[in-house]
């Protein structure tokens, strides 16, 4: 009797633990499972809506996902009581940051949906894609304060999402399941959303204040520099033209636009160029605004562009500097189509003269060929196709390129083909965290900046190619460095007789160049200089800098070998290799004790960590 009693406990405690599982664990986590799966779907959905700019579609789409987010939250919630356990633990914090990166989302659509006009729906009595060009962008301005006073709830809530993202620990969970990758998709999971969030974070300063700067209190005079990377120099190419334009509550005017020689000539006395320029220049002897951005860093550079401009008859006073290279052209050609300027059509298409868009031959043959006779203004034809690619970028619905044109342009800020410098010190300081201030970061791993300058030798950099080669050694008696630099030139050097009216665009390549790494490291040899290797510090780095030629149908390289300093023994090795302005399609080649961690184009700063 005592046995059966025994049973029926048993049995009854048994079917007791069951339900309990069933109840709390089994029948949960199915119903999670499926409700996942609809979240997932509708993810998707909402993605592919977002994309269509339909506010009223994007409003309706986002309530309904958030109430089917809800229910998945609440089913979760059933399996709370075990956060115990490590891996529910990471769920729900992964749970609650989804709940508030859609209530900023939900934010965002709030503060954006009454001036809907303003990406393209019809708003009112006037629609914004009614209203003329010059208006659209004071539209624009004075409604930014109204959207943006959202943002510091939103940042909040971005906070909150990030805070609880960063508790998840992709180490305790195994690198596959099956054929699964596991370990690896949460951290580039965590990695991409902890990167958005920073983003988000550092650009809110400049977010908050981009009425301001477009004019909305007072109004702002900006120094707009094109640097010429066919030509290249430290900071992204030649400074061939330069225009000073004034905004007003979102009103722009053209103040003035011509090429850096006039602002040269406006200078009474230039003072005798330092030794950078009488070392590795051609018949330059004296400190011109054109060659003044000598320093890799941009900051440093506008420094070295102030000090000259300061001595200009023609100074004006300004509020920030905007730096852009061909690439932007090309882009915005691309974007929107031919152009005209000066009665000149402009394409993004290939022009087989060069093997290159047909815009930058013909700059080149406008500004560069000599003639028989007068060419009015023939430099300030760059300003005017950039005035007006402007103005046609205004005249189009923001609905149908806005959102393509502002993409295309932050990729081209990541890319540093634009850079940009305030005299504003909070605006500043979030261009640099954002990285778009040009400047050479400080960086407690290893580091390399491999900095080309053009010296006088014609459009080269529009037919050489570049590849890095980076191999690392580590051994117990210390750590190695060899960087590759390969240069080559495919192509016939141009007709260069300028008294028969030739196009000089490809000639011999004299490339000054510097390769900033660690301070404190040590050279070991430098192969390929033609002149002498020089050892010093800049930038709190080490620089090892020297000179080659690179010939047309021909090819150069330098390689330089050195120790880094002897503290970089005890730390995990990571290596950060920041680009040069104005480069683009270089390659990059990282080995590290005889593996490959990277081989591919680059376009933006690599940093390669985690070895």
Known sequence: MRNKSKKII??????????????????????????AQKIV??????????????????????NNFSKEYDQFSKTAK???????????????????????????????????????????????????????????LQTAVLTLDKVLVKIDTISKDVFEAESRINKIDPGRYPKKIGKTIVRDQIINIKEQFTGAASLFVDAKPLIKKLPEILGSKEEKTYLFLFQNDKERRATGGFLTFYTIFKVNKGKLSIYRSDDIYSLDQSIAVHPKAPREILTYHKDVNLFYLRDSNLSPDFVE??????????????????????AVDSKILVDMLT??????????????TLDKRCDCPQVIYSLFDIVDRPVGYFRENRKGILGQLMYELFYKALGFSPSKYWGTLASTMYKNLQEKHILLNFKDKEIQASV??????????????????????????AKSNL????TITSKTTKTNSGITREVTVDYRNPYPHSDCNLERGGLCLNATLRNWARIYVPKGSKLIEFIGSSK???????????????????????????????????????KDYTLLVEKQGGTANQKLKVEYNNKTLYNGLFNVDQKIEDL
Do not use: C
């Open 10 to 35: 048993f049995w009854f405690f048994g079917f007791f633990i069951i339900l309990l599982v069933y109840f709390f664990i089994y029948s949960p986590v199915v119903k999670l499972k499926k409700e």
């Open 41 to 62: 779907s509708s993810a998707k959905e909402l993605k592919s809506v977002f994309a269509q700019n339909n506010i009223d579609l994007l409003n309706t789409k986002l």
């Open 78 to 136: 059933k399996l709370y009581w075990a956060t115990f356990i490590p891996y529910v633990s990471d769920m729900k914090a992964g749970i609650e940051a989804g709940e508030y990166v859609i209530k900023a989302g939900k934010e965002a659509v709030v503060a954006i949906t009454p001036y809907a006009d303003l990406i393209g729906f019809k708003k009112g009595e006037v629609s914004f894609v009614e209203k003329t060009a010059e208006n659209r």
């Open 301 to 322: 550079s506008i420094k070295l562009f102030e000090s000259l401009y300061e001595k200009s008859g023609a100074k004006v006073s300004y509020d920030g500097i905007i």
């Open 335 to 348: 974007i929107f189509g031919d152009t005209e300027a000066s009665g000149i059509r402009f394409s993004a």
């Open 432 to 457: 640099e965290k954002l990285r778009f201030a040009g400047r050479i970061n400080k960086y407690d791993g290893d580091y390399l900046h491999v900095n080309g300058v053009n010296f006088a030798g």
């Open 463 to 466: 037919f050489v190619s570049e």
């Open 532 to 570: 002498k290797v020089q050892v010093y510090d800049d930038l709190d780095k080490t620089v090892f800098e020297g000179y080659l030629e690179v010939p047309t149908e021909g090819k150069a390289t330098i390689v330089v070998k050195y120790d880094l300093p002897k503290e970089f023994n005890n």
